[in-house]
């Protein structure tokens, strides 16, 4: 049993922290999201410098990482920096779903993705679909050569600021089938692509796309034909290691910054926290920050164990990080009093990180069930 | 025992549902229904329907233009219109300035402020609280020197409630420096068109703009705008306070929103059934309201017991924690309900415009509320001071 971090991964940890410590200020995350496409492109080239992204993806297309704990220590860092760039949407959402293309179509754009060159959105869910992995009523219908895809995607982060998407879309079988979903790179400014962005109340961008009768060649298909499914759950389950990891560097920045505050700030003559009954409140803080963490582990170090095993360590660290974020964001708001309400004051910031990340794949019910499901197969 | 309201209570409850299929705006009751700011105007446009039918003051004496209404007539008053989606009443001038002047003020200040206060001529705001001065109020530390037949203030107030809108300020500040913390303490009524007076907008981490800090420098204010006593102002500001805390409840509010959250899981989706339809979601939605049965019941003995002449106790301080985390726990399901469409920062839905969305109906302010809300058990006398108040008078004596 080994719980330090290898050394190759505990300096790619130090060299990330020190850059955030020193370039991520509130300000420069301010200008971040207050740009259209919701993130700052200089930071981006530089964590691209820094070997971030390939350290996110697995040496066969050019990377040098990939694993469940590469991910876990670089998002835990992005995480506690409250980093908005977008990361898990570009690198570990397409980065993994275009490197485990068997053919390896994608091979140009993950080099180009490597160096900070490319932007990417996975364009899967659906009005409908809520949480569900495989729900998707986009329809890609076969015309000679061509597809044509026909349909609505929903709340599709980094869409805007994205050069290509990844869509899913069904060619054959019901909403929900397994059998029968297919992936394809369209570029985003191709005609029949309308695209409504919005800005994200954590930071970022997501849009609403509408295909009406797109029509690309078939030689945009990534994967196989109608045999997508292991490809998007594979995707879906790296980018939830991450987002867990990135909600505990969150949960980690919120309990300090409550910590420093209880500290410093003074009333009825003394520093509140020298008061019991708030003391106790930042001792169940540290718990359940502990318990985030060992569920961060489980998920990493499971993530390339086969599906069923790897899903259900995965729902069990995000349905724990659910619980556990909501008590730690709700308590560091209600411990700080006023002056956390404010936008100005970095807490804020967190604090809606760690709320709405359950918003993505999956609340603390969704995985819930699925764990329930997978324990029960 | 009647868990029933009398046929008078239930004739006057249909005067009030009458009064508001009437007369209340659609432009506001769906504001308010989908959480958007109904702004100045449309708080100005409300209550001066309300006042046109004599209910804007509904807790205040008939000889003051008020309603005279009891505890059971107010709770009825406010529930109808939570079921409405009416606006709030501001309750500045008229549920917390207004009886302070009625029980303090001179006969001088009663005729100039409660009769502008009813017909919206001043918009008053609160400066209570300030940077170093929230939980322990009474460490306030806003300055008022005499100089002639005036008071010269200094200082900052914060977390001023609409104070962007208003023309007065009714104000603590500390008139006796050497006295006891809460013995140097006046009450102060201040022109907020006063040379000297600066407001700065704070704004939430919801991007919504509703508080403010008010800066203070060499502002002169006539001594006649002192209410009552110098230096007795700690006594107004309490009684303030028990009138601050009428409504603590908000059962209307957690009523209405629980409603609002049904609605949604009845549209969403979840793995291709209605989310209402999920046990995890339906349990999650049973657990809070059967919370807010219990609470809603003991709501009613208190105003009934209120309606009958007692005075409430520390059971204003356990309505406030109880009412507090069942609407927050509501606003947690409507986030929940919404699924993804939580995630947008749907600004343009909070200020009136939202055509750019493509949110499904209900779903854009969810977020946002859930983010506000968390003041709730921050304002008005922290949930953690208000367990300090039941602990002190219900544990005193033992320890």
Known sequence: MNFQLSEERQMMQDSLRRFLADRYSAAQRDESVSNAIGFAPQIWAQLADLGILGALLPEDVGGYGGKGFDLSTVFEELGRAGVVEPVLDTAVLCGTLLASDPQGKGAALI??????????????????????????????????????????????????????LIVSARESGDTDDREGLSLFLVDTKAEGLQMRSSALMAGGCAAEIDFDNLRIPSSARIGPAGGASEMIEAALAAAEVALAAETLGAMETATQLTMDYLGTRQQFGRPIGSFQALQHRVADMLIELEQARSAVINAAGHLEEQPAVRDRHIAAARNLIARAGRKIAEEAIQLHGGIAMTAEYELAHFAKRIILAEHRFGDADTQLERFIDLSAA | ?????????????????????????????????????????????????????????????????????????RHIFEEECCRAHAPRIVPFGLTMLGPVLQKFGSDAQRDYFLPRILSGEHWWCQGYSEPGAGSDLASLRTRAVRDGDHYVVNGQKTWTTLGQYANWIFCLVRTDPDAKQQEG???????????????????????????????????????????????????????????????????????????????????????????????????????????????????????????????????????????????????????????????????????????????????????????????????????????????????????
């Not at chain 1, 659906?126 to 709340?155: F, H, P």
């Not at chain 2, 868990?3 to 659609?26: G, I």
């Not at chain 2, 009138?243 to 409840?249: P, Q, S, Y």
């Open chain 2, 185 to 399: 303490i006046s009450f102060l009524l201040i022109d907020m068109d006063t040379p000297g007076i600066e407001v700065r907008p704070i704004i939430l981490l919801d991007g919504t703009h509703e508080v403010n800090e008010v800066w203070f420098t060499d502002v002169r204010v006539p001594v006649e705008n002192l209410v009552g006593e110098e230096n007795q102002g700690w006594t107004y500001a309490k009684y303030l306070l028990t009138h601050e805390r009428t409504n603590i409840a908000g059962v209307g509010f957690s009523q209405a929103g629980l409603d609002a959250v049904k609605r949604l899981a009845r549209q969403q989706m979840h793995r291709g059934r209605p989310l209402a339809e999920s046990p995890h979601f339906a349990a999650r939605l049973a657990q809070v309201e059967i919370d807010l049965m219990a609470m809603a019941t003991t709501n009613l003995r208190i105003i009934s017991a209120a309606a009958a002449g007692q005075a409430p106790g520390v059971e204003s301080s356990m309505l406030k924690v109880k009412g507090t985390e069942i609407r927050q726990e509501i606003n947690d399901l409507a986030r929940r309900a919404a699924g993804a469409y939580a995630l947008p920062f749907a600004s343009e839905a909070l200020e009136g415009d939202n055509s750019n969305l493509a949110q499904p109906e209900g779903t854009s302010a969810v977020s946002a509320q859930y983010f506000n809300n968390r003041k709730l058990s921050i304002f008005g006398g922290s949930n953690e001071i208000q367990k300090n108040i039941i602990a002190k008078v219900k544990l005193g004596g033992r320890t």
């Open chain 1, 111 to 164: 080099e180009g993705l490597i160096a900070g060159n490319v932007q990417l959105a996975f364009a899967h869910g659906e009005v409908n679909s809520r949480y569900e992995r495989l729900w998707v009523e986009t329809r890609a219908s076969a015309y000679g050569d061509d597809i044509v895809l026909i349909g609505r995607k929903s709340v599709i982060v980094n869409a805007a600021g994205a050069d290509h």
């Open chain 2, 1 to 73: 025992m009647d868990l029933n309201y009398s046929a008078e209570e239930l004739a006057f409850r249909d005067e009030v549902r009458e009064f508001l299929r009437e007369e209340l705006p659609t432009d506001l009751s769906d504001a308010v229904r989908e959480g958007r700011s109904i702004g100045k105007e449309g708080h100005e446009r409300w209550h001066s329907i309300l006042n046109a039918r004599g209910w804007l003051a509904p807790n205040w004496p008939r000889a003051y233009g008020g309603c005279a209404w009891n505890a059971v007539q």
